[in-house]
């Protein structure tokens, strides 16, 4: 799948030291989710569920770099897209979900740390409304199994 070539290139790139060249190539991966969540197809499929787990790897990816370059929104803003592709499926919350939480819960300590409690509190309510849309899809699934 070409999302998860950009999606690595990225990295790649990221271990290279040219984080701008990085940030590209994982743009470039989120784009099929994100032409996906525009148009009226179901998020939930096979290939979207791909999408979606390629999509938040990138996000999440892009945010630590942003956050890194003292690029608070834009960094927000890429957990804040991961968060709404972690909703794809309930199988994809069970297998990212922690690794999401870590990533708030650091730049929230950090933020705090440099003096910026608002940000620090925003990164957390982030990570609890992740949680809550977690509990919510598993509450769904446990009633009725085969809509996951």
Known sequence: M???QWALAGRAWTLAGKEEESLKCLE???QPWE??????ADVRE????RLA???????SH????YFRRGAGDASFAALARARDALEASVELQSAMLD??????YEQACAQRSSGSPQAAVELLMLALAALSAA?????????????A
């Open 2 to 4: 070409l999302a998860s």
């Open 28 to 30: 470039a991966a989120v």
């Open 35 to 40: 032409a996906l969540c525009s148009s009226s």
């Open 46 to 49: 096979a290939g979207a569920v």
């Open 53 to 59: 787990e390629v999509a938040v790897q990138a996000y």
């Open 62 to 65: 892009a945010s630590r770099l």
């Open 99 to 104: 690794d999401f939480l870590s990533l708030c």
């Open 135 to 147: 509990a919510s899809g598993q509450e769904r699934t446990a009633r009725n199994p085969t809509a």
